[in-house]
């Protein structure tokens, strides 16, 4: 998994409403902005993950956070892409949403590995090459 010391985002460019072909550009479209990199950095670090959020599954990335600024950069990204929420998680993997229109969060608890068999009962996970995580 994408643990880091200082905290990473999973965010997605996809949106339920969306064709399948249109959220397919819309990912590639993020992953370009992702590596072309936020403020503080010639690129920021992620990998590719796939999640499942209110139940539909979508492309998502999961991107290390080392400052305000990183935050900020992918907060703005998110928002471009007209996303409810972004999945903040901490140094202890304590997770959050963060809902961008608000600005209000959201605790849900620890962000922790689980069996392919509880990930797929539950209304939102990530699945990594690492295997299945939840909060």
Request: proline fraction near 1%.
């Amino acid at each position: 998994m994408f643990f880091t010391k200082n905290g990473f985002i999973i965010l997605s460019a996809e949106l339920s409403t969306l064709s399948k072909e249109e959220n397919s550009r819309r990912t590639i479209e993020m992953k370009e902005r992702l590596v072309m990199g936020g403020f503080t950095t010639p690129k920021l670090s992620f990998i590719e993950a796939n999640g499942v959020y209110k139940g539909v599954k979508e492309k998502s990335f999961i991107v290390e956070v080392k400052n305000h600024y990183d935050f900020l950069w992918v907060t703005g990204l998110a928002s471009s892409f007209s996303q409810e929420s972004i999945l903040m998680v901490g140094k202890r993997n304590t997770a959050a949403l963060f809902y961008l229109k608000s600005k209000e969060t959201e605790k849900l608890g620890t962000f922790h590995k689980v069996p392919k068999s509880v990930a797929e009962t539950l209304d939102a996970y990530t699945e990594t090459q690492d295997g299945y995580y939840a909060c």
